[in-house]
């Protein structure tokens, strides 16, 4: 989070080069995540620019390529692939985005519009005042994710950013 900076070594921890975000499409914000995307013959690395709603993608030596999402992602957090498709979550709104093998948006699991807005989300206060885990969470609906991995099966696994924690099985 400090300086929003990604920095790159050798297998056997030799520094080589910091990447800071592409000049012409804006530096890093938080960047939050990275994930070696290997869905392509020649694999990339992408980064979830968290506070700029985007994911920035290099090559494997660290030279800009693209930048995804800017039209749809809001608050991407992390990333997995399955079977082709690339699955990010985002804190907010808390929802999953379904990209296809190009990126592009196929759809949202999970969306939750309302529940940052709800008093001391993530959490709530209990009838002391003290926080408690939320009880607005519905199912098949996202409170605060924040990591998110695969299974050999296809199944997704979220977790998230709630007192007792939370994780979702999809």
């Known amino acids: 989070y400090g300086n929003s900076l990604v920095h790159r070594f050798t297998e056997g921890g ?10 012409g499409e804006g530096r890093f914000d938080g960047p939050h995540a990275l994930f070696i995307d290997s869905r392509r013959v020649e694999p990339e690395l992408y980064v979830a620019d968290r506070a700029m709603g985007r994911i920035q993608v290099y090559d494997m030596t660290g030279r800009y390529r693209r930048t995804i999402g800017e039209a ?16 990010v979550l985002e804190y907010w709104p808390p929802r999953i985005c379904v990209l296809d093998d190009d990126d592009r948006l196929m759809g949202y699991l999970g969306a939750d519009t309302a ?23 519905g199912p098949g609906r996202f409170n605060s994710p924040h990591a998110l991995a695969v299974d050999s099966a296809g199944n997704l696994y979220v977790t998230e950013r709630v007192i ?6 999809l």
Do not use: C, Q
């Open 14 to 23: 030799e520094h080589l080069t910091v990447l800071s975000g592409e000049e």
């Open 72 to 87: 749809f992602l809001s608050r991407p957090t992390w990333m997995v692939s399955f079977g082709g498709m690339l699955f």
């Open 115 to 137: 529940a940052a807005e709800r008093p001391h989300w993530p959490n709530r206060l209990d009838a002391e005042g003290h926080l408690a885990r939320p009880t607005t969470i």
């Open 164 to 169: 007792g924690g939370r994780t979702v099985k």
